[in-house]
């Protein structure tokens, strides 16, 4: 039996910016609600950190939240599903339009210095490919607050991979084409290739 220790790829929200909120530019401040900017931009990253695993993406749900909680929702977008090598990272920006958002409430925090806070939730089904074989399909789900202030752009931290989250996960290779745990597995054993090539080049 083969065991393989599987990670979760890392997404990064590097950026999330909305217009409306940005005080350099003053007539946000006075703006009728009619003439506000509805449109948000975001900037994600995800990262696959395995050297010996390529990902497969289906299609990765992103919904923005007004608010820290799922209670409010303003946004939502789908990345179309995509293949990521090994080690590589990949970069999807866009400009979504938000609906509902209450523009008086967000302005106003940023007007007196405070921060509007916003929630980004992620989530796919991610495959993962070693040599001939591909994964079950595994949920994705993570997600972060995001405080926005008088620029308009996402307040940076130290670690400015707000959303982020790694889990693992471990594959283990039998020769009926499964895998123990969650995992199963639409090929042969790496052991049946190998032999079938054997026979075959004889």
Known sequence: MLTFRIHMPKCHLQQLYLPALDLSDTSNATAPPALINPTLFFDLQLENTMNDHSVRYSDINLTFYYGPDR?????NYRVPGFYQGKEKKAYRRDVVESHDLPWDDAIGKVLNGSRAVFRVDLVAKPTFRY?????????????AKVEVDATGKKV??????????????????????RSAGSY?????SLAAVLISEKISSE
């Open 131 to 143: 040599w001939f074989w591909y994964s079950k399909r595994r949920w994705l789900r993570v997600g």
């Open 156 to 177: 940076k931290k130290n670690d400015s991979s707000q959303v982020r989250r790694r889990t693992r996960a471990v594959l283990s290779f039998r020769e009926d084409g």
């Open 71 to 75: 209670n409010f929702t303003i946004a």
């Open 184 to 188: 199963r597995f639409r090929a042969f």
